[in-house]
């Protein structure tokens, strides 16, 4: 059954016309896959529909926010509810404490927090007050995980700088990343080697604690407790950008299931519910060096903004009200699905090595394994493409590069998890 874009293709040129590529943020350009990105018109649940009508099963979810799935009802009665007493105040309002008080209950490590308006401003945010804390001017990040595109972070970054094959972005001075220092991920050797060379000068450490933006990469055991052992011991600042691990592997992140307290967490995504919303905290101590409490500038015009607390505070309400199910269902789908796909693509004699943490999976065209961003990027890309396509083509959403973390919602169902897997077994049959 072919789709068609013909409404798809109308609006793609239009947006060619006003638009970088035709698009607001690079990888929905479908650039790594090839292919025509369709223009979404609508989603409800697991599923999206295109400009032109056509369905697909969504293994993207907005890039992580939509754990309940799309146009959830109780998200969408309380955005609108909310909006019916204006959309911003520019002022304080009972909602944000209402959302900062379930993040609290949530993340131990996490005395007080700022909102922001996305993940790029939590991460860019908490390395400042981490400078500023420390006294120091280092930041020590890894191969192929993202943090958004502050400066400072587009160094041998993932997502969509890691699907553009570039080491960084254009416009960032050597001098500022030159700053930052970019190690293998799960490789404690380096990270040795670096605090033994620059010891008291490096002001943060900042992870992915799983990673999702190289495809899934697990940490290896014992490699966060090392890390929370190094930083601690040289007055180093541990940062966890949980913005997409945070309440997807587990309601309070990969901290909560790896028992670790770092010293400032970043959020986002799930948080603000599919609105515009981050957040970064940690201890009281460190948190108060910002403005108006300390010397460290941050601010938003839109922070804390109503729709995005109320969004924020039905999603988290929902998962903790139903989290022991939700989770554990999030993991056994998870696998089915993983280790579905795999098998079926091992079947047709196709290489391919299966990351799967919770609801965040990636299958890597390569014989792996797969526990850094060098593992990651030795896979077949040509071959993650044609699969792409011909996935969309049965009507299955899979995000558009190779490292990109699918992920799954409490809407999918384990029949939608079979038609997936029949669809891929159909797709690598042809293949091979
Ligand atoms: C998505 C993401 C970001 C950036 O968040 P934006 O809201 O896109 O700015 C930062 N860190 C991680 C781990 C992410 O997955």
Aim: aromatic fraction near 10%; include cysteine.
């Amino acid at each position: 059954m072919a789709r068609e874009l013909y409404r798809s293709e109308a609006l793609r040129q239009r947006a060619e016309r006003l638009f970088p590529g035709g698009v607001s943020s690079p990888v929905r350009a479908f650039v790594a896959v090839g292919g025509q990105p369709p223009f979404v018109a609508k989603a409800k649940g697991a599923f999206l529909w295109d400009a032109d009508a056509n369905r697909y099963l969504d293994y993207f979810g907005s890039w992580g926010p939509m754990i309940l799935g799309h146009a959830f009802p109780p998200v969408v009665e309380a955005v609108a509810r909310a909006a019916q007493n204006s959309v911003s105040f520019g002022a304080s309002c009972e909602a944000e404490g209402t959302l900062a008080e379930l993040v609290v209950k949530a993340f131990p490590s996490i005395e007080k927090m700022r909102f922001v308006s996305s993940g790029t401003e939590a991460a860019m945010s908490a390395i400042r007050l981490a400078r500023a804390h420390t006294g120091r001017k280092y930041v020590v990040k890894f191969e192929g995980c993202y943090h958004g595109h502050a400066d400072a972070l587009l160094v041998k970054a993932g997502s969509g700088v890691a699907t553009f094959g570039v080491p960084g972005s254009a416009g960032v001075p050597e001098e500022v990343a030159g700053l930052t220092l970019a190690l293998p991920f799960n490789d404690l050797g380096p990270v040795e080697e670096v605090f033994a060379r620059l010891s008291g000068q490096i002001a943060c450490v900042l992870i992915e604690p799983v990673a999702g933006n190289m495809g899934c990469v697990a940490p290896r055991p014992g490699y966060l407790e090392a890390l929370r052992r190094i930083t601690a011991s040289d007055g180093s600042l541990l940062i966890f950008d949980e913005v997409m691990t945070g309440f997807r592997v587990a309601f309070g992140g990969a901290q909560e299931i790896f028992a670790i307290q770092p010293d400032l967490t970043c959020l986002g995504k799930i948080l603000g519910g599919g609105l515009p919303c981050g957040a970064f905290g940690g201890r009281a101590e460190i948190m108060d060096g910002l403005a108006p409490r300390g010397p460290v500038y941050q601010a938003g015009t839109l922070s804390g903004n109503p729709l995005a607390m109320a969004a924020g505070i039905a999603t988290l309400t929902h998962l903790a009200e139903h989290r022991g199910k939700i989770y554990s269902s999030l993991e056994r789908n998870g696998r089915t699905l993983a280790d579905g796909v795999a098998h079926a693509a091992r079947e047709a004699g196709i290489a391919i090595t299966t990351n799967q943490f919770g609801s965040m999976l990636t299958w890597f065209f390569t014989s792996g394994p797969v526990n850094d961003f060098a593992g990651a990027a030795a896979s077949d890309t040509a071959t993650f493409a044609r699969f792409h396509q011909a996935m969309l083509n049965a009507g299955i959403w899979l995000p558009p590069s190779q490292f990109e973390a699918a992920f799954l919602s409490a809407a999918h169902t384990p029949a939608d998890i079979d038609f997936t897997i029949e669809a891929a077994r159909e797709v690598f049959a042809k293949k091979g």
